[in-house]
């Protein structure tokens, strides 16, 4: 008997700790009634005819052999107004299938243009060794009309500018032009920089009223997908520590014209420190958090730490300073920002607790049984703007790991993810696609072994094991819809209650209410599969706040604007901001029902919006231009307003006009749809 106390001893140690250590778990019935909340109808995305439907990529040789992990990004989507009508209902995809860039509009959501595929092989140089990877609308050129940023493997991204006389989405409304200018003709093929691109950023880093580009590769500049290509690629040289990929590339705008052969110039600058600047990057955030409307920026890299930087900007340079997490006694060295050695896919901002701060969600691999890393829920330590300045200007990223605590740390194979309120009730919903290769045999062994290989072999892909057609790594993981419970505050995933748990792996995701019903929906890219449309049709939901925020356009704007509403009275002078430029601070007021009259607006990049709803809670969101890994959301600002209903809501507005200069304005608004045109003031207009 006394042989087997030990015995039985470690079982109740190793019981009791499993009773401790096991992921929560809720009811069946309480499942139910958190399902009950959402409804959603998957539809079919209108694709063009006779495109190809090919299964894996054609690799350099080098790569042949691992041709499956080769190929397992490039699915992508985002959800914009394209066509000028007011409502963010055109998709942009790309489609590995075919390699393609589509055009299509939103399902059910009265689009009247056919489908079609952006190719820029017309007018410029390109290649069977090119394949697009992403696709980023805006308006790069400020003229008031929606274009659209391809990045792509094997080549610089290309700009797809909308022509001032088009009538309609087609190929033809669209003029490419090269972000950076080469020397290429389409007869000579392209004979550009190798880029290989995955995640972008667009915002206004410098604060001069102009959007910026951010391009973060992944790859370094070889011919990844050229099959005759120099064998001179390369894997990463490390799996945590890895700095040997293509870099990043920080484009400042400089100027633009409009018309039937539109252009926008862009200059790079030196804006991050080498030294953090070349890890393998698959996603990109921006939100300001210090309050000066300089959007800080976080890369999510695979291999290598992520890193958040502190935007320190001035007009005309832009510059970002790192910025790390502080680590405390107990806190793992992983879970402290920049110091982590996960695998970082994708970056969202977003109000995840409804505190009025900026979170920060970060997907990883956490696959149970194979590489069972965590997600990063970085919760903002920092009370006020203010204290987040003071943090920065020491170069302390103001953010704590939450993600175990919330029940979002573990997922499979993570990929894009996006926070978005889908009841109305002012609650955010983390939506998060994932799996990695679909096959029919189980390689997770091979890729167990690999991670724990000498870091010296890593970046030879010899030595890599294999990874071909019909290879299984991590195939099988549905999307993930991570929702709050009601009196834990831990998140519990209800993909299978809502019929969303598909087994094909996703990529990218992108949020909007595409028919301005009050009600978001969401579009996902598969890797190798269909793309899917989700609609929203809950139809008891509460009350919302939608804001489509504009500035006039600058560049061959035309037109008179309407008459303003009544605004507040004249506030007090701001204090100078980090750009030299000086705010200003309004009263309370009320918008106007002013109009404009064939006057180009554009979307106001970086305006932030804080809300108090009349019950006291706060909420904070951004016209967010563009982040993540493959998916890009709208720019609308939608808030659900939840037991406040149709009360008035406080809000606080603050952006930069077209000078650069920065206003804060409060404002009483009612639930429903707003146009607002920001200039020094917020007017609301019933036409953009």
């Not at 050229?226 to 400042?252: C, E, F, K, L, W």
């Not at 020491?394 to 993600?403: L, Q, T």
């Not at 009320?590 to 970086?606: E, L, R």
């Amino acid at each position: 008997m006394r042989r087997l106390i030990p015995i039985c001893f470690v079982l109740v140690v190793v019981g009791a700790l499993y009773v401790n250590a096991r992921l929560p778990s809720v009811s069946a019935s309480d499942r139910a009634a958190m399902a009950s909340r959402f409804k959603f109808t998957e539809l079919p995305i209108a694709m063009p005819p006779g495109l190809p439907e090919h299964t894996v990529r054609v690799v350099n040789p080098k790569y042949e052999h691992i041709k499956a992990w080769i190929s397992s990004v490039g699915a992508a989507v985002a959800v914009n107004d394209l066509d000028g009508e007011g409502v963010a209902n055109d998709l942009c995809l790309v489609d590995t299938r075919s390699d393609s860039v589509i055009v299509t509009p939103a399902p059910d959501s009265g689009g009247t243009y056919a489908p079609f595929v952006l190719d820029p092989s017309a007018k410029l140089p390109m290649g069977p060794a090119i394949a697009p990877m992403g696709c980023t609308p805006g308006d790069f050129n400020a003229d008031g009309r929606m274009d659209v940023l391809v990045n792509y493997w094997g080549r610089t991204p290309v700009l797809f500018m909308h022509k001032a006389g088009a009538k309609s989405l087609s190929l033809d409304a669209f003029a490419p032009v090269e972000l950076i200018p080469g020397k290429s003709t389409p007869d000579g093929g392209y004979q550009g920089p190798l880029w290989n691109t995955n995640a972008v950023a667009v915002a206004d880093f410098d604060g001069d009223g102009h959007a910026d580009i951010g391009v973060f590769n992944y790859f370094p500049d070889t011919q990844v997908l050229d099959p005759n290509g120099h064998p001179d690629v390369t894997m990463n040289h490390s799996m945590s520590r890895a700095q040997n990929a293509g870099g990043a590339h920080v484009m400042r705008w400089k100027s633009a014209t409009a018309g039937d052969q539109p252009t926008a110039t862009f200059e790079e600058q030196v804006a991050i420190d080498p030294r953090y600047s070349t890890g393998w990057t698959l996603g990109s955030a921006s939100a300001d958090l210090d309050g000066d409307l300089l959007p800080e920026l976080y890369l999510a890299n695979d291999f290598g730490q992520d890193r958040f930087f502190h935007n320190v900007s001035t007009p005309g340079h832009i510059k970002f300073a790192l910025a790390e997490g502080s680590r405390g006694p107990t806190t793992p060295k992983s879970l402290v920002v920049g110091h982590d050695s996960f695998k970082g896919m994708s970056a969202e901002f977003g109000d995840l607790d409804g505190r009025g701060r900026f979170d920060l969600f970060v997907s990883n691999i956490t696959e149970s049984w194979g590489l069972e890393e965590s997600n990063f829920v970085w919760s903002n330590t920092a009370a006020t703007p203010e204290a987040a300045r003071a943090d920065l200007a020491d170069g302390v990223a103001p953010f704590e790991n939450k993600a175990a605590a919330k029940n979002l740390a573990w997922v499979g194979w993570g990929w894009d993810a996006k926070m978005a309120d889908f009841d109305n009730s002012g609650r955010l919903v983390v939506v998060q696609t994932c799996g990695f290769v679909k096959g029919t045999i189980n390689r997770f062994n091979w890729l167990q072994e690999l991670a724990m290989s000498n870091d010296l072999l890593l970046q030879e892909p010899d030595m890599w094991p294999k990874a071909e057609p019909g290879d299984d790594i991590a195939g099988s993981n549905p999307l993930a819809f991570w929702v709050r419970e009601e009196h834990t505050g831990r998140f519990t995933n209800l993909s299978a209650n809502l019929g969303l748990a598909v087994e094909t792996p996703t990529r990218g995701l992108a949020v909007a209410d595409t028919d301005g019903d009050g009600s978001q929906d969401f579009a996902v890219a598969r890797q190798w599969g269909p793309p899917a449309y989700y609609r929203n049709g809950n139809t008891a939901m509460s009350d919302f706040l939608g804001l489509r925020l504009y500035r006039p356009a600058t560049t061959g704007a035309t037109g008179t604007t309407g008459t303003a509403g009544t605004t507040g009275t004249t506030g007090t002078t701001g204090t100078t901001s980090t750009t030299g430029t000086t705010g200003t601070t309004g009263a309370t007021g009320t918008t106007g029902t002013g109009a404009t009259t064939g006057a180009p607006a554009t979307p106001a990049y970086g305006a932030v919006v804080r809300i108090r709803t009349a019950d006291g809670r706060v909420q904070v969101a951004q016209l967010d231009g563009g982040g993540g890994h493959s998916g890009k959301r709208s720019f609308d600002v939608f808030f659900g307003l939840g037991a406040a209903g149709a009360k008035p809501v406080s809000a606080e507005l603050s952006w930069r006009d077209t000078t650069g200069a920065t206003h804060h304005q409060k404002l009483d608004l009612s639930a429903g749809w707003h146009n607002l045109m920001l200039t020094d003031q917020a007017q609301e207009v019933t036409t953009p």
